[in-house]
């Protein structure tokens, strides 16, 4: 007994200074950052925040630290801009500077930082920078953007024409079409609205698009290193993703064997063709 009462005051002892030691260590951090609450360890600001109504805490926020704030969500500074005249500046006016992303690990933390829409800084602008190119490039080419859009469209109204008036949901099947047209750009082909690895793979994207706000995966994104170890929603999330990868990892393939450099028919090609020049040494 007496024991634990000498253990008990060194705890909370100990404990205390944890907590000043970080609550010290994240004040220094947020020296160059705009003002803001004070976050508390681990939790950040979360408790500052209506999480079901976020944009009215934002309000009640700017009012009292301005437009341009700091919150911390989870052990992650956010610098917020509130209002229009801030946002014009920082995109518009200074729009170079903010041409970053955030880190999104849910994500990040399988394509490893690679692709279009969630890579950042020079592998960013050089993938932007082909991609507009290459699309340029197919739309004055021998099937123009128009012609796959046109085409897929005929498709889309013999599929409705099915329904022979009859009342149905038309949300998935619209959202086929556009699939396909993408499908044609990159890969060359399209699929048959009942095909069962293009429904496959619209089932895959469907799913993480509705999951990717949930409240486990916002937990990871706040807590990486710690919920990635522990079992939960976040491990269908990324296998998810992983199998989307192993599918164009398949095409990739495919087109890798018929590979024409002279006469790219898609996207993959072009980017194929791409990477064989790089490899080349320059002269």
Known sequence: ???????????????????????????????????????????GNLVHVDLKNIPASLCKL????????????????????????????????????????????????????????????????????????????????KRSLEERIQEEAKYLVEELRKTKAQPFDPTFILSLAPCNVICSILFN?????????????????????????????????????LIRHLPGEHRSFSKRIQDVKDFILEKVKEHQESLDQNNPRDYLDCFLSKMEQEKQPSV
């Open 62 to 141: 700017a009012k009292e630290y301005g437009p341009v704030f700091t919150l911390y969500f989870g052990p992650k500074p956010v610098v917020v801009l509130h209002g229009y005249e801030v946002v014009k500046e920082a995109l518009v006016n200074q729009g170079d500077e903010f041409l970053g992303r955030g880190p999104f690990p849910i994500i990040s933390d399988v394509l490893k930082g690679y692709g279009l829409i969630f890579s950042n800084g020079e592998t960013w602008k050089q993938m932007r920078r082909f991609s507009l190119m290459t699309l340029r490039n197919f739309g004055m080419g």
């Open 189 to 225: 082909s399209r699929f048959q609205y009942h095909d069962e690895k293009f429904l496959h793979l619209m089932g895959l994207l469907n799913e993480n698009f509705q999951r990717v706000n949930s409240l486990w995966n916002q937990m990871y994104n706040l807590w990486p290193n």
């Open 1 to 43: 007994m007496e024991l634990l009462g000498i253990t008990t005051p060194v705890f909370i002892f100990c404990v205390t200074c944890l907590v000043f030691l970080l609550v010290r260590k994240e004040s220094h951090k947020r020296g160059k950052l705009p003002p803001g609450p004070v976050p508390l360890p681990i939790i």
